[in-house]
């Protein structure tokens, strides 16, 4: 069962392990791994983001880079009066991961977590992480717009592409008006 909040959720694990607390606050910094530095892991997040006191950094694994990505203490508090033992990962990563274990992905996969005015995404192109980032939409136009922009920078022919879409927000009309572009469209729940 998972639990939505405005910058995580809490996924609780079912096989009796800890619960996780997925940040969905910002995509996370992609490092490669061969010049990762784990003592400079709030540095490569400070050029990206303003990181107060108030934020732990946190670091997993996606493809051949180290993902780093950060949640307030406040939220961390919030997800502790749930439960005070549980691990962090980033939305994104866990997707990632679970979509790897579960599927057999295309050599072009494109998956994107819907929020209610926000999409974060990462796409891979030929089998290799491109792309993870986040864009902004306020009509379903808008929505589709991001979503072939980015098939079309990359040269990714919209019938040979596997798309997934979670959708935590009511975006139904946007992901119907994908589906008559791109043919290869799953939604993927939690």
């Known amino acids: 069962?998972?639990?939505?909040?405005?910058?995580?959720?809490?996924?609780?694990?079912?096989?009796?392990?800890?619960?996780v607390v997925l940040a969905a606050n910002y995509p996370p910094v992609l490092v490669p791994a061969e010049i990762f530095d784990e003592n400079l892991k709030q540095k490569y997040?400070?050029?990206?983001?303003?990181l107060s006191e108030l934020s732990e950094v946190y670091c997993g694994d996606?493809?051949?880079?180290?993902?780093?990505?950060?949640?307030?203490?406040?939220?961390?508090f919030l997800a502790g009066r749930e439960n005070r033992d549980f691990e962090v990962n980033h939305f994104l990563l866990y997707l990632y991961d679970r979509l790897h274990k579960e599927k057999q992905l295309p050599e072009n996969t494109l998956v994107v977590v819907a929020n209610a005015a926000t999409?974060?995404?990462?796409?891979?192109?030929?089998?290799?992480?491109?792309?993870?980032?986040?864009?902004?939409?306020?009509t379903k136009e808008?929505?589709?717009?991001?979503?072939?922009?980015?098939?079309?920078?990359?040269?990714?022919?919209?019938?040979?592409c596997g798309l997934y879409i979670?959708?935590?927000?009511?975006?139904?009309?946007?992901?119907?008006l994908v589906r008559q572009y791109v043919a290869n469209v799953e939604t993927v729940e939690f």
């Open 45 to 50: 997040l400070s050029l990206y983001f303003d």
């Open 119 to 138: 999409a974060d995404y990462w796409l891979k192109v030929n089998g290799k992480l491109m792309l993870l980032n986040r864009f902004s939409f306020t």
């Open 166 to 176: 979670t959708d935590r927000a009511s975006n139904s009309e946007a992901i119907d």
């Open 62 to 76: 996606i493809a051949e880079y180290k993902a780093i990505f950060s949640l307030d203490k406040q939220d961390l």
């Open 1 to 19: 069962m998972i639990k939505h909040f405005e910058n995580f959720s809490l996924l609780a694990d079912e096989s009796g392990g800890k619960p």
């Open 142 to 160: 808008d929505f589709l717009y991001m979503v072939l922009n980015v098939l079309v920078q990359y040269n990714i022919e919209f019938n040979d």
